[in-house]
C-alpha cells in the first residue's frame, strides 16, 4: 500500500510523520492506491489544503524608545503592516507602574496590510510602555512583536529658601543665588517681582536635578514674589508655587 501526494510525495502505511514541508501552500490531493495479490486495484483521492505561512507584523510607530510628551497622549498614532494583507491586529499597550492595559482591535487593510489606529495614553502612568502587536489567520498561523516607549507627560519645578530664610541683605542682592529642583535637562526660567520691577533669570537642571541662577535684584526693593516655570526634555511645563522673599531694608545709624 502506497500514499502518493501530488506525485511527490510516498510512504507505506500507517503514516505518522510525512513530511509536506516541501510542497507549497495551497491544494493538495492525497490519493490512495491498493492493489492486491491478483493484481486487482482500487484508489480513492481526498482534497485538502496547506496554510504553513506564518504572517509577520511590525509596530513602525511610535518607534522603539520613542517619548510621549502631554501634547501628544490623548491622541497618539500607532501603526505598522501586517505581510497577510487583510489579516486582524490585536494591539496591546501596557504600563510597568500599575499594569494597567490597553487592548484593541484593527483591521489591516486588504491591499498594502497597513494598520493604523490612534489611541489615548492618558489613562496610564508616566514611565516605560510596553507596546505589542499580533496576529494570526484562521488556520492557526500567528505573529506577534513588541517593544518598548516612554510616557512623559508631567514634570515639576521648586525654587529653595533664598539666603536659608528667605530673608537676604543688599549686599547679597546684586549677585543673589537662588536654587530649586526640577527634572534633569529641563530649562528653568525663574522671574523675581517687587511689585514694580520684574528681573529674570534662566539655568539647565542638572542630572541630578538641580538648577542655580545668580542674579542682579539690587534694582528692586522690600518683598520680592518669585516664580519658576520649567519645561523638560519632553516640552511638558510646570510652574512652580509663587516664593516670597524679603530684601532687608538698609538701616541708617544716628
Known amino acids: 500500500e502506497i500514499l502518493q501526494v501530488t506525485g511527490v510525495q510516498t510512504c507505506a502505511l500507517p ?27 482500487a484508489s480513492d483521492s481526498v482534497d485538502i489544503e496547506k496554510h504553513t505561512t506564518v504572517p509577520t507584523v511590525s509596530i513602525t510607530a511610535p518607534a ?41 482591535s484593527i483591521p489591516s487593510d486588504g491591499t498594502s496590510g497597513v494598520w493604523s489606529t490612534v489611541v489615548d495614553l492618558r489613562s496610564l ?26 510616557l512623559d507627560t508631567e514634570t515639576y519645578v521648586t525654587i529653595d529658601p533664598v539666603s536659608e530664610d528667605d530673608v537676604f541683605s543688599p549686599a547679597e542682592a546684586d549677585d543673589l543665588r537662588i536654587t530649586g529642583t526640577a527634572e534633569k535637562g529641563s530649562e528653568v526660567v525663574l522671574t523675581s517681582f517687587d511689585g514694580t520691577t520684574t528681573v529674570t533669570g534662566t ?28 519645561t523638560d526634555v519632553s516640552d511638558n511645563e510646570a510652574r512652580s508655587e509663587e516664593h516670597t522673599s524679603e530684601l532687608q531694608s538698609l538701616e541708617v545709624s544716628r
Open 125 to 150: 502612568d508616566d514611565g516605560l510602555l510596553t507596546v505589542t502587536a499580533d496576529t494570526g489567520d484562521v488556520y492557526g498561523n500567528t505573529a506577534t512583536t513588541s517593544h518598548t516607549i516612554q
Open 203 to 230: 539655568a539647565t537642571a542638572t542630572l541630578s536635578g538641580i538648577w542655580e541662577i545668580s542674579m542682579d535684584v539690587s534694582g528692586q526693593s522690600g518683598t520680592l514674589d518669585m516664580t519658576a516655570t520649567a
Open 15 to 41: 503514516i505518522s510523520d510525512l513530511d509536506l514541508s516541501g510542497l507549497k501552500d495551497g491544494p493538495l490531493t492525497i490519493t490512495a492506491e491498493n492493489t492486491d495479490s491478483a493484481g486487482n486495484t
Open 64 to 104: 522603539p524608545d520613542y517619548v510621549v510628551d502631554a501634547t501628544e497622549a490623548a491622541a497618539t498614532t500607532f501603526s505598522g503592516v501586517v505581510t497577510v494583507p487583510g489579516l486582524p491586529v490585536n494591539l496591546t499597550i501596557t504600563d510597568s507602574g500599575t499594569g494597567e492595559e490597553k487592548v484593541i
